[in-house]
């Protein structure tokens, strides 16, 4: 019997800001060190995948609750959703990642608070 992989969902950078600012979704950042030094949303909480996949836990701030994962341009934060996922954990990604959420005209700080820029 052939099984159907449900793929995961995908947001707008619009509907990820809506989700974790109205919402009690968490905005999970999956990219490496220096690129979340260089430039972030604000808000976001941050676990590079290559921690995800060694098997790494969530941050306090986000057990327990649905998690909008996004990246630079969205391939790593999908990788990381279907992870997530088959360990049970509500999560999305945003399409296109922090170059589309720059893009969008959302703000973007660096690991001081000042404005950032995506690397």
């Given at each position: 019997?052939?099984?159907f992989?449900r ?40 676990v ?48 296109g ?23």
């Amino acid at each position: 019997m052939f099984l159907f992989r449900r793929s995961t969902a995908r947001v707008t950078p619009a509907q990820a800001r809506q989700r974790t600012t109205d919402g009690d979704a968490v905005l999970l950042d999956v990219r490496e060190q220096a690129e979340w030094k260089a430039g972030h949303a604000p808000g976001a909480v941050h676990v590079p995948l290559s921690l995800l996949v060694t098997g790494k836990a969530l941050p306090a701030a986000a057990e327990g609750r649905p998690l909008v994962v996004i990246c630079r341009s969205g391939h790593r934060s999908q990788q990381a959703a279907k992870l997530l996922t088959e360990r049970r954990v509500e999560a999305v990604d945003v399409k296109g990642g922090m170059n589309a959420w720059a893009s969008a005209g959302l703000q973007v700080v660096d690991d001081r608070g000042s404005s950032g820029r995506i690397a």
